[in-house]
């Protein structure tokens, strides 16, 4: 199978996204200033009412740049947003993509790691800035094993992430609107992944049976990587539910994009 | 080239009653329909010929299109365009085909035209060598090489039909299904599109079909039409066939003096319809073999400076066929 064609696509997918200026520079970061901001409030109250120096294993200096990575965690994770799927449903583009010799998730796929890869840009830049303006907290060794087993877990959860919205996204061949369905899969991605707590505040039970599901790979796990707090049991034992889970969604798409294309009409032509 | 037998095509449809009511109790009890889009449809079109697809909206004409280029399965019958079954979407299938939809961009709206042909070429894997090629005989043929490096959504519409024609072309299909070519655009452009396309299958000998409501589409570029209403072929042959068995009448055209003797509204009603007329002109709608004694009327009594007697409007034509196919 020849993929050039792919080559030229993240090439333009990434010219597409560097021609949206605002939102690289302005519009993003301000969204991870707020969150950062609003994070900053609650916590710092929080160890002040305990009197605490340290919470579940985090300063609140370590706290802060987890609050930090979450939010670009979300943004390389979530890559492309998809929901331009179930539109290409919707509006009868996918025939576009039914035509072409190519394949229509491969094709989305590269949008979305191109995308990822400029949100990975943001990253490695505010990453710096954070550690040049407040250094990297003491209990935290970030070190090139830690970042390369990071990277890995990131990219493998993105792909997982793909798969899984990719199907949320197929049932628009079924749905009148697949909207709602993605706003709760982003909530429940944001809750029990760790975007909005580090999972290691929910009740150990909790947390172990959560490591079954695909969420927490998406930010807690990678964010923990990063930190160097993964031992290399977690890392293989979270890198073989992540393979587990990419096996089974990818299939589950297979068959519903199987049963979807039986009942595309192509409306919007 | 295309080959199809019975093919039928059912879709299942939402029905909803109007009003809030409705919409509540459809949240529970949905009620579907079954709309027949192709009922039994029989086809075969050759290498290098040219078939108009005709129909009313909703006719059938479109489903069948997208059934042939392997975007939507067919509820039953067989299909197959160049030995291979379009549904199952075989790359060298995909690879020597093209569809060209006249209401919808299949371009990347935020890349200019060149960018666009460029991934098109990597799609396709089409050699450089033939890919410059034709891309420069295509941009010369449409005359639009100066609008290669805008942004396509910035094109007028006529541009942008043209860069949707290119698209499609770069890999030299041998089988080219055309939704609506020239829908929307000015008769200049419209003409420019058909010129090209007689123009490609002169060089290229692709089996093509075409669906336009435009009749001159269809005339200008079609030796055969099919006619579709309500899910069946109801005419499967020749152009000019169809004027001779089912144009039941001829239009005859006079420019007169305006000192005649006889007024246009004295045309005995007996010989034809008059379809237009003023102090110096006449038209007339009149059946095939009255149209000597019409012809000669008009020149005896009529101060007649020049006439001309020519088949009624195609389209006319076809709408009554539609209208019988119907009744």
Redesign the interface.
């Known amino acids: 199978m020849?993929l050039?064609?792919a080559s030229?696509?993240f090439s333009?997918e990434i010219k597409?996204m560097l021609?949206y200026r605002v939102d690289f520079w302005l519009q993003f970061p301000a969204l991870v200033l707020i969150q950062i901001f609003l994070a900053y409030f609650l916590w710092d109250s929080i160890f002040e009412s305990r009197g605490a120096s340290e919470l579940g294993g985090y300063s609140f200096h370590g706290l802060m740049l987890y609050y930090l990575m979450a939010p670009l965690m979300d943004r390389i994770l979530r890559g492309v947003e998809l929901r331009f799927m179930s539109f290409d449903i919707y509006e009868?583009?996918l025939?576009?993509y039914?035509?072409?010799?190519?394949s229509f998730f491969l094709y989305k796929y590269i949008q979305h790691a191109a995308q990822s890869f400029i949100s990975f840009l943001q990253f490695a830049v505010m990453l710096s800035l954070f550690a040049v303006i407040f250094h990297v907290p003491e209990e935290i060794s970030l070190t090139l094993t830690s970042f390369l087993t990071g990277m890995m877990i990131l990219v493998s959860a993105s792909l997982m992430y793909f798969i899984l919205a990719s199907i949320f996204e197929c049932i628009a061949f079924w749905a009148d609107n697949v909207w709602s369905l993605m706003v709760m899969l982003r909530l429940t991605i944001f809750f029990l992944g760790g975007g909005m707590i580090p999972l290691n505040f929910f009740p150990d039970w909790s947390l172990e049976v959560l490591l079954y599901t695909p969420f927490p790979y998406m930010t807690y796990f990678p964010i923990r990587a990063f930190f160097g707090y993964l031992s290399v049991q977690e890392f293989y034992a979270g890198m073989t539910v992540i393979g587990s889970w990419i096996l089974i969604l990818s299939l589950s798409l297979r068959l519903i994009w199987k049963r979807g294309?039986?009942?595309?009409?192509?409306v919007?032509? | 080239m295309i080959k199809v037998k019975n093919l039928k095509k059912t879709y299942r449809v939402h029905k909803k009653n109007p009003g809030m009511i409705g919409s509540v109790r459809s949240l529970f009890f949905r009620k579907w329909t079954e709309k027949h889009a192709l009922k039994g449809v029989s086809l075969q079109v050759d290498e290098g010929e040219i078939v108009g697809l005709v129909g009313a909206n909703g006719a059938g004409k479109t489903t069948l299109v997208k059934i042939l280029a392997g975007i939507i399965h067919p509820s039953d019958g067989e299909a197959e365009v160049l030995g291979f079954t379009p549904f199952s979407r075989h790359t060298d299938f995909q690879k020597q085909i093209a569809l060209i939809m006249g209401q919808k961009a299949q371009l990347w709206w935020d890349l200019p035209a060149s960018d666009s042909f460029l991934l098109l070429r990597e799609i396709y894997q089409t050699p450089k060598k033939d890919f410059q090629e034709r891309l420069d005989y295509l941009i010369e043929t449409l005359a639009v090489r100066d609008q290669m490096n805008i942004q396509i959504r910035r094109l007028s519409l006529g541009e942008r039909m043209k860069m949707e024609l290119i698209a499609a072309l770069l890999h030299a299909p041998k089988v080219v299904f055309l939704d609506e070519p020239t829908i929307g655009l000015d008769l200049m452009a419209q003409k420019a599109i058909r010129d090209f396309i007689l123009e490609y299958r002169k060089i290229h000998n692709p089996a093509m079909i075409i669906t336009s409501h435009y009749m001159e589409d269809i005339e200008r570029l079609c030796e055969r039409i099919v006619i579709i209403s309500e899910g069946d072929i109801i005419y499967d042959g020749s152009f000019r066939k169809i004027i001779m068995e089912y144009a039941t009448h001829k239009v005859i055209t006079a420019r007169l003096d305006k000192n005649g003797a006889m007024k246009p509204s004295e045309f005995p009603p007996s010989l034809g319809e008059i379809i237009a007329s003023d102090d110096d002109f006449i038209r007339a709608k009149v059946e095939r073999n009255k149209v000597p004694e019409a012809a000669s009327l008009i020149l005896q009594k009529l101060p007649v400076i020049d006439l001309s007697i020519e088949e009624e409007e195609i389209s006319n034509v076809i709408e009554s066929i539609l209208r019988k196919g119907m009744e």
Request: proline share 4%; charged share 10%.
């Open positions: 020849n050039s064609w030229t696509v333009s597409k021609s009868g583009t025939s576009r039914l035509i072409y010799p190519v294309l039986l009942v595309y009409s192509g919007g032509m």
